[in-house]
């Protein structure tokens, strides 16, 4: 029994232990027992929290077996892996950097508290790229992750470990950041659903810092139902983050409907044309006739200003994360240089040199390049009036639209280390995604079919608030591509 | 757009980041690579276009001032790299 529920969907699992088929523990047990065969070749943990994760688990069957759960206790017992960018509290957090290699948070973040209060029990913290900077999970200062499809290959980034631990059936929920497509662009590449929420409608309380007008917590999950119930969770007003939104709790699960016929779609030019790979470009164009089949009606839009995004998010992101990276001076918490130093000034150098790794010291110095005096117009105040021209066509685009569709990312997975030495390059495998982070609008990547053996991610996006529609069409797309196939780690044995 | 090595230099000053001169050598190319793609942004007429700092149109949220506990002070140093009783410890300053 145990064996076969890794790759059950975190609903069914929720469902099994409320039914009592099983118990928490047994659940989490099961989990454990898969990451131990399979994490050796995917490393999608950093930290991985296995005695915490059974105490929790035993705690929850004790209040079973009493008939205390909770109402709120919605998905007692559904293990979650919990990206490593998000404050848990007395569990290392380490941003994937060494200059946080040992922090140990004093308080959780509201994502963390709410999946915490559903009953969820989290298995350890994911893999990603530094301070969730890059498209690869290869900017990890714990090294890299494989793709579950194909070892030799990332699992995209920065979420790139929750991604992973999903395909390969360590965790049926997993929780990741989104600031231009970390939790799509991984999602796309693994095989799975993930979705960036509107900007504003998951605090991002306890969440560090990476480019904060960005940023956004989501879910990445193996089906869109096991989204919809997870974004249910973590979405909702927090006064501890002044951006949150002001909305009254919505029910994604209970309202989630494949009934799509009559809405229309929008297919983006500008991201479904030029630099996309053929492959991806072929199995994105079935899923389009798919959708017209369902009663969509699919028509190529263009949006202009998109050509620019990717330019003015690699001066804006950066900019921003140049100003919060600030904090990490060795001071108040992290790691501090063992060097012998004159003063405290040498002490920021040192700590800052030894602590960050080349892409985040990368970014650090064209964001602060970008501010600096002179630049600072041509560059940093530009690429903001790019924004708004982003957001004025997707403005124009709602009026005929109620979705935009693309596919996720320009190629499929690509080979670990062929990137790395080429930072732009990194960079264009962010093109599909960003836009929707400079306008604060949701959009989902679900998987579409395969090519080369390797997943392709179709992207919705929507309206600001326009999850449901964007959940709508999703499951209404996933239901009639049937899309069920599972990596080879799945089944495979030890490596040969 | 050609960044020289006084630039890196001057701006790892600013970031308080210190470089090896392999370091700023490989980042003055990469920082060219990336500002020399960035530079079609220039070629866009935005005049009259206001900038978007921020997605969401919010001005001034508020909330109650509620008095509310605070962490604890061995909570709060307890992620220091040094710290004496309740104090960070910090080399010379001056």
Same mark, same amino acid.
């Given at each position: 029994?145990?064996?076969?529920?890794?790759?059950?969907?975190?609903?069914?699992?929720?469902?099994?232990?409320?039914?009592?088929?099983?118990?928490?523990?047994?659940?989490?047990?099961?989990?454990?027992?898969?990451?131990?065969?399979?994490?050796?070749?995917?490393?999608?943990?950093?930290?991985?929290?296995?005695?915490?994760? *059974?105490?929790? $688990? /035993?705690?929850?069957?004790?209040?079973?077996? !009493?008939?205390?759960?909770? @109402?709120?206790? +919605? &998905?007692?017992?559904?293990?979650?892996?919990?990206?490593?960018?998000?404050?848990?509290?007395?569990?290392?957090?380490?941003?994937?950097?060494?200059?946080?290699?040992?922090?140990?948070?004093?308080?959780?973040?509201?994502?963390?508290?709410?999946?915490?209060?559903?009953?969820?029990?989290?298995?350890?913290?994911?893999?990603?790229?530094?301070?969730?900077?890059?498209?690869?999970?290869?900017?990890?200062?714990?090294?890299?992750?494989?793709?579950?499809?194909?070892?030799?290959?990332?699992?995209?980034?920065?979420?790139?470990?929750?991604?992973?631990?999903?395909?390969?059936?360590?965790?049926?929920?997993?929780?990741?950041?989104?600031?231009?497509?970390?939790? *799509?662009?991984? $999602? /796309?590449?693994?095989?799975?659903?993930?979705? !960036?929420?509107?900007?504003? @409608?998951?605090? +991002? &309380?306890?969440?560090?810092?990476?480019?904060?007008?960005?940023?956004?917590?989501?879910?990445?999950?193996?089906?869109?139902?096991?989204?919809?119930?997870?974004?249910?969770?973590?979405?909702?007003?927090?006064?501890?983050?002044?951006?949150?939104?002001?909305?009254?709790?919505?029910?994604?699960?209970?309202?989630?409907?494949?009934?799509?016929?009559?809405?229309?779609?929008?297919?983006?030019?500008?991201?479904?044309?030029?630099?996309?790979?053929?492959?991806?470009?072929?199995?994105?164009?079935?899923?389009?006739?798919?959708?017209?089949?369902?009663?969509?009606?699919?028509?190529?839009?263009?949006?202009?200003?998109?050509?620019?995004?990717?330019?003015?998010?690699?001066?804006? $992101?950066?900019?921003?994360?140049?100003?919060?990276?600030?904090?990490?001076?060795?001071?108040?918490?992290?790691?501090?240089?063992?060097?012998?130093?004159?003063?405290?000034?040498?002490?920021?150098?040192?700590?800052?040199?030894?602590?960050?790794?080349?892409?985040?010291?990368?970014?650090?110095?064209?964001?602060?390049?970008?501010?600096?005096?002179?630049?600072?117009?041509?560059?940093?105040?530009?690429?903001?009036?790019?924004?708004?021209?982003?957001?004025?066509?997707?403005?124009?685009?709602?009026?005929?639209?109620?979705?935009?569709?693309?596919?996720?990312?320009?190629?499929?997975?690509?080979?670990?280390?062929?990137?790395?030495?080429?930072?732009?390059?990194?960079?264009?495998?962010?093109?599909?995604?960003?836009?929707?982070?400079?306008?604060?609008?949701?959009?989902?990547?679900?998987?579409?079919?395969?090519?080369?053996?390797?997943?392709?991610?179709?992207?919705?996006?929507?309206?600001?608030?326009?999850?449901?529609?964007?959940?709508?069409?999703?499951?209404?797309?996933?239901?009639?591509?049937?899309?069920?196939?599972?990596?080879?780690?799945?089944?495979?044995?030890?490596?040969? | 757009?050609?960044?020289?090595?006084?630039?890196?230099?001057?701006?790892?000053?600013?970031?308080?980041?210190?470089?090896?001169?392999?370091?700023?050598?490989?980042?003055?190319?990469?920082?060219?690579?990336?500002?020399?793609?960035?530079?079609?942004?220039?070629?866009?007429?935005?005049?009259?276009?206001?900038?978007?700092?921020?997605?969401?149109?919010?001005?001034?949220?508020?909330?109650?001032?509620?008095?509310?506990?605070?962490?604890?002070?061995?909570?709060?140093?307890?992620?220091?790299?040094?710290?004496?009783?309740?104090?960070?410890?910090?080399?010379?300053?001056?």
């Amino acid at each position: 029994m145990s064996a076969d529920i890794p790759y059950k969907d975190a609903l069914s699992i929720a469902a099994l232990i409320r039914e009592r088929e099983i118990s928490a523990l047994e659940a989490t047990e099961a989990f454990l027992a898969r990451i131990e065969e399979v994490e050796p070749r995917v490393h999608a943990y950093i930290n991985l929290a296995a005695e915490r994760a *059974r105490d929790s $688990a /035993a705690g929850i069957d004790r209040m079973l077996q !009493k008939g205390q759960a909770l @109402l709120q206790h +919605r &998905y007692a017992g559904v293990p979650i892996a919990i990206k490593d960018v998000l404050s848990t509290k007395g569990f290392t957090t380490t941003c994937g950097s060494r200059i946080l290699e040992n922090f140990v948070p004093v308080y959780d973040a509201t994502a963390v508290e709410r999946v915490s209060e559903a009953g969820t029990v989290m298995l350890g913290k994911a893999n990603m790229d530094e301070f969730a900077m890059g498209s690869s999970t290869e900017n990890s200062y714990f090294g890299p992750t494989s793709n579950p499809w194909d070892l030799e290959r990332v699992p995209g980034g920065s979420s790139g470990g929750s991604a992973a631990a999903v395909a390969a059936g360590e965790a049926p929920w997993a929780l990741g950041s989104d600031t231009g497509g970390s939790i *799509r662009q991984p $999602a /796309a590449l693994c095989g799975i659903v993930g979705m !960036k929420p509107t900007y504003g @409608l998951v605090s +991002r &309380y306890g969440l560090v810092a990476f480019a904060s007008s960005l940023d956004q917590v989501g879910p990445m999950t193996l089906n869109v139902p096991d989204c919809a119930a997870l974004l249910g969770v973590i979405a909702g007003h927090d006064p501890r983050d002044s951006t949150s939104i002001q909305q009254p709790p919505m029910d994604y699960l209970g309202s989630l409907s494949s009934e799509v016929r009559g809405m229309k779609a929008g297919v983006v030019r500008e991201l479904s044309s030029e630099g996309i790979e053929p492959g991806v470009l072929d199995s994105f164009k079935r899923a389009v006739e798919v959708l017209e089949g369902l009663g969509v009606s699919c028509e190529e839009v263009s949006l202009p200003s998109f050509s620019y995004g990717l330019s003015a998010y690699y001066l804006i $992101a950066p900019a921003e994360a140049s100003s919060n990276l600030a904090r990490f001076d060795g001071v108040r918490y992290g790691f501090r240089t063992d060097a012998e130093v004159d003063d405290i000034w040498e002490m920021y150098d040192r700590t800052r040199a030894e602590g960050f790794g080349p892409e985040v010291k990368r970014r650090i110095m064209l964001g602060t390049y970008a501010l600096s005096a002179g630049y600072y117009d041509a560059y940093y105040a530009q690429a903001q009036k790019i924004r708004t021209l982003i957001v004025r066509d997707y403005g124009r685009a709602w009026e005929s639209y109620d979705v935009l569709v693309s596919p996720t990312s320009p190629s499929v997975a690509f080979r670990l280390g062929e990137k790395t030495a080429d930072p732009l390059s990194m960079y264009l495998s962010d093109i599909c995604t960003i836009p929707v982070n400079l306008a604060g609008i949701p959009a989902l990547s679900l998987p579409c079919g395969l090519s080369e053996g390797l997943p392709v991610g179709f992207q919705v996006m929507g309206p600001p608030l326009a999850e449901q529609k964007l959940l709508d069409i999703a499951y209404a797309l996933e239901q009639a591509l049937g899309f069920d196939a599972l990596p080879p780690v799945a089944s495979a044995g030890e490596v040969a | 757009m050609a960044v020289s090595i006084e630039d890196v230099e001057h701006v790892a000053k600013l970031a308080r980041l210190h470089l090896t001169g392999e370091e700023k050598e490989t980042i003055r190319r990469q920082l060219s690579d990336v500002l020399e793609h960035a530079r079609v942004i220039s070629e866009v007429d935005t005049s009259g276009v206001p900038p978007t700092s921020h997605a969401l149109p919010l001005v001034n949220v508020y909330r109650e001032d509620e008095a509310r506990p605070s962490l604890d002070p061995d909570e709060v140093v307890s992620n220091a790299a040094w710290a004496v009783e309740h104090s960070f410890k910090v080399p010379r300053i001056l």
